[in-house]
């Protein structure tokens, strides 16, 4: 059952914990996600990047053919669909036109004020649409296998700053969290965290680059506010690992990929119950 971003949000908000919002690629982890969720009674948010349907040749409306297959499976299951990391108001807008009633615009790479200002046009523009905002570019782009990125940190006074001035349902911030696998010990700095937190309570932040931190770090985050937490790389690589290890048995393509579903499905299980979502489900 399809219900809004915000309101899977503001849940998570009041009950204390995060939704784990987690990336699809194709049918296999798109009934992985659905069948986890299903398992598990957790709310999710099914979120895709416009690299993920460029990569694989997938229009728009195949994509949703998609999710109104794993939804007829599983009408139990209470989600929301996100689009993760558009970089231009026209990213935004294909996805508004197949139902997206929420999505990232991610404008972080620019200077703060033109990060500002094109959100608030696009909140202009759309005023009942749920905007995800990033300030403070991360380390390593979407879809990079391996992190080696030079450490960043949102500045505090940025967020701040930004919140007060754009209406976001979430704000995605940089700790020393990144995308990808982490090289070395991830350091994330909490202090940056809560003081974030403590200025601007009412916007529930997201975490990004979750694989590779510990259920110990996500859970302080989620205590200091961050009540959506993506999940990309460890599960697409959870698939993958399955699928090559089938192959490698000489067993035929689908059996590899019937692996490497029930191998995305464990891994997006983990992920729900690390983001206390288990049983959150209220429908």
């Not at 908000?13 to 009674?41: C, D, L, R, W």
């Not at 690299?51 to 299951?77: G, H, N, S």
């Not at 940089?174 to 982490?182: C, L, P, Q, S, V």
């Not at 070395?184 to 937190?197: A, N, R, S, Y």
Request: net charge negative.
């Amino acid at each position: 059952m399809r219900h809004p971003f915000k309101a899977l949000i503001q849940h998570a908000k009041q009950h204390g914990y995060a939704v784990p919002a987690i990336n699809v690629s194709n049918y296999e982890t798109m009934m992985g996600v659905f069948s986890a969720a299903s398992e598990k009674a957790s709310p999710v948010i099914v979120q895709v990047a416009t690299i993920q349907l460029t990569a694989q040749k997938m229009t728009w409306p195949e994509f949703m053919a998609l999710i109104e297959l794993a939804e007829r499976r599983y009408p139990e299951v209470l989600y929301a669909l996100h689009l993760d990391h558009a970089t231009t108001i026209s990213m935004c807008e294909e996805a508004i036109a197949q139902g997206f009633d929420s999505v990232m615009f991610d404008a972080s790479a620019k200077p703060l004020q033109d990060n500002i200002n094109e959100t608030q046009q696009l909140r202009h523009k759309y005023p009942h649409l749920s905007i995800e905002a990033e300030v403070g570019a991360l380390g390593a782009e979407e879809g990079q296998h391996h992190t080696t990125h030079t450490v960043t940190y949102t500045q505090p006074e940025d967020a701040i700053h930004f919140a007060k001035q754009v209406d976001v349902q979430g704000l995605a911030v940089a700790i020393g969290n990144a995308h990808g696998f982490y090289k070395g010990e991830p350091d994330l700095q909490f202090d940056v965290l809560k003081t974030i937190h403590d200025a601007i309570p009412e916007v529930p932040l997201v975490l990004h680059g979750a694989t590779g931190l510990s259920p110990e770090m996500i859970r302080a985050c989620i205590q200091l506010g961050m009540h959506k937490v993506n999940f990309f790389t460890r599960c697409d690589y959870a698939f993958t690992q399955a699928f090559c290890d089938t192959i490698k048995q000489g067993k035929y393509m689908m059996f590899a990929q019937q692996a490497g579903q029930k191998a995305f499905q464990e891994e997006a299980q983990t992920v729900m119950e690390i983001c206390l979502s288990e049983g959150k489900a209220w429908v």
